[in-house]
């Protein structure tokens, strides 16, 4: 059978692209509030963040999935996949952080009170890393079906919470108080997690190690994206407040102290 030439161009009705990608409604999510040709930059942009928050949150919930059926293997390629999604969401810091002072200042008004501190995918991605406060429940009152799924994940192991229970079915000996933890609070480091990680550094599993590695990559990753946060913010607007009345500057820099999965980085001290 011969291959045709050209391709197929009339579907009697939407295209098959436009009924699974839903291009018409991407573009049409576009609202300037300024007149300023900046805004539609920062708004795009803005917009694919939240795209890639949404993704990384799949991706990490179904690596939980599959740890949770001590499949390692699948679990560090969803893992390492997502750490390519990463990759390309702090890329997208780029753009906006050589706007100049004034750039920024041309439709920043247009915010208004709004910042990204106020996305609920973006603080999903903060809890599934295990980075938890129910103080930071409290912008998301006001969307009652965000708030209450936020509220249960608080309640619910993070990605961090899935491993070390994996490596204690394992036969790692994970205490028992981090096993049974409120796991509702921010994690926070443990010296025996640290032994265990340094043993498995030392002489594997192999899967373990690789599993081990993902992680690190994935916190390498958030750490970076933090700390471009940062760095676009202080050259774009300096330590003004930020956009939400944040502490701007300050409060950024706070967070880019924290590590996620932070025993992954200790352990190595002692390998």
């Not at 609202?31 to 900046?38: F, T």
């Not at 390692?72 to 702090?90: G, I, P």
């Not at 640290?194 to 373990?208: F, H, K, N, S, T």
Request: glycine share 8%; net charge negative.
């Amino acid at each position: 059978m011969t291959c045709p030439v050209s391709p197929k161009l009339d579907f009697g009705g939407t295209t098959p692209y436009e009924d699974y990608v839903h291009a018409s409604v991407l573009h049409g999510l576009q609202q300037q509030w300024s007149d300023d040709p900046r805004e539609m930059s920062f708004l795009v942009i803005t917009q694919v963040m939240e795209l890639y928050f949404g993704l990384l949150c799949f991706e990490w919930r179904h690596a939980q999935g599959e740890l949770r059926a001590d499949d390692v293997r699948a679990a560090v390629r969803t893992l390492r996949r997502s750490e390519l999604h990463m990759q390309a969401l702090n890329a997208a810091w780029r753009p906006i952080a050589r706007m100049t002072p004034a750039e920024f200042n041309s439709f920043r008004d247009a915010l208004g009170e709004g910042s990204g501190f106020q996305s609920g995918r973006y603080r999903e991605v903060e809890f599934l890393l295990g980075e938890k406060s129910r103080s930071l429940l409290v912008p998301h009152r006001a969307v009652p079906s965000q708030h209450d799924a936020l509220e249960a994940l608080l309640h619910e192991p993070s990605l961090y919470d899935d491993v070390l229970a994996l490596l204690h079915r394992r036969g790692k000996p994970i205490p028992a108080d981090v096993l049974t933890r409120d796991v509702s609070r921010g994690y926070e480091p443990n010296a025996e997690v640290e032994a265990v990680w340094a043993d498995i550094y030392r002489d594997g599993p192999q899967d373990l190690l690789e599993l081990g590695e993902a992680l690190t990559d994935i916190a390498e990753e958030f750490t970076r994206w933090r700390h471009d946060h940062l760095l676009a913010t202080r050259r774009s607007m300096g330590a003004k407040t930020g956009t939400g009345g944040s502490a701007g500057v300050a409060w950024l820099e706070k967070r880019a102290q924290r590590s996620v999965f932070p025993e992954l980085w200790t352990a190595r001290s002692y390998v």
